[in-house]
């Protein structure tokens, strides 16, 4: 696995505006996330399906699915043009989609549906998840960059996904970083896994909706947005808000089973494919669980498929360092001052 020294960008630049206060924000900032730590490094494998979930090191992972609030965030911040297709014209026709476009290329503005700001985004890509760590990587500003950082993606919006590039702040998980978020029982390294996301080896209840979309298991229990009892929107089956469709794996993170498939980038190496897991709110119970994965070209765009990043685990900046130690040096020397001065 790859090692990392620095804190994520966005991460530092958003403790720097907090403590400094008169810093402008930009119009297009980045959103904010939420993250859980996924630790026990140097994990066994799982035996049945053989072979997945060993990450050597602790990683982040994304808590709730990226949202259409979010990605909306991203849109008007690098979208004006979409000269990448970021934004899938079903997102503002189809129902279960959740963002609207408006104006004419090089003025694009983007704006989310009624009652669709928390629930995940939709219609995006492998090559939409890598722009978005790009982006994020590079600050999360409307001057950041999509094409560098994470991936060298040059234009690209089909074909072989790149390699995740080393150093990499903000990426899409690897199958093995996924499968242990989501499955691993946590507390050591050999501790074993769950058959479903909400801590269970037996299939969680599907949940049903509110007339807003709300998941009617709020944050707790064996229960997952699954087999198309979700409805709302005149729709049999639909996306929910996340974190409202049961409870966590044991690292904390939210709908890893059902609600939205979610992109993982299988080893992160270059490929004509990524993987697929976590299954999604029309699916059956199998589809959920730790024994389903599947793959598809990185340029596929459709009402079943999202996404959540991962990142390093946060180190201070060495400058965050000097400062502490600055200030420890400066209280010793008013300290052997005064002791002087008796």
């Known amino acids: 696995m790859m090692s990392f020294a620095r804190l994520p960008r966005v991460v530092f630049a958003v403790g720097v505006a907090a403590l400094l206060g008169s810093l402008a924000v930009s119009a297009h900032a980045a959103p904010v996330i939420d993250w859980v730590t996924v630790g026990d490094p140097g994990n066994t494998a799982d035996t049945a399906p053989a072979g997945y979930g060993a990450v050597a090191t602790s990683f982040q992972i994304m808590k709730y699915e990226w949202t259409n609030s979010q990605y909306t965030d991203f849109l008007n911040s690098v979208a004006a043009t979409d ?55 590079n600050g999360g500003t409307s001057s950041s960059s999509t094409e560098t950082g994470a991936y060298t993606l040059s234009g690209s919006t089909s074909g072989n996904a790149p390699a995740v590039n080393p150093g990499a702040t903000f990426y899409v998980p690897t199958e093995d970083q996924w499968y242990k978020a989501a499955y691993y029982k946590g507390g050591n390294t050999n501790a074993g896994y769950w058959d479903y996301a909400t801590q269970s080896d037996t299939a969680p209840t599907a949940v049903t909706s509110g ?34 469709n049961g409870g966590a794996s044991a690292y904390g993170a939210f709908d890893m089973s059902g609600n939205l498939l979610e992109w993982n980038d299988l080893t992160g190496s270059a490929g004509s494919s990524r993987g697929l897991r976590g299954g999604y709110w029309l699916n059956l119970a199998f589809d959920l669980s730790s024994s389903d994965r ?42 052997w001052r005064r002791r002087r001065a008796r």
């Open 294 to 335: 599947g793959t598809n070209a990185p340029s596929t765009q459709i009402v079943s498929i999202g996404f959540r990043l991962a990142s390093p685990v946060p180190v201070p900046e060495p400058s965050t360092w000097v400062m502490g130690l600055a200030g420890i040096a400066c209280g010793g020397w008013q300290m």
């Open 211 to 244: 007339t807003t979309g709300i998941g009617s298991a709020g944050s707790t229990g064996n229960f997952a947005n699954y087999n198309s009892t979700a409805d709302w929107n005149s729709q049999n089956g639909n996306v929910t808000t996340v974190g409202t």
């Open 83 to 137: 000269t990448y297709s970021l934004y899938n014209a079903s997102m503002g026709s189809n129902a279960r989609g959740g963002i609207t476009r408006s104006g004419s290329s090089g003025s694009y503005t983007y704006a989310t549906k009624t009652n669709m700001g928390g629930k995940p985004v939709n219609y995006v890509s492998w090559f939409d998840a890598a722009r978005v760590s790009n982006w994020l990587m």
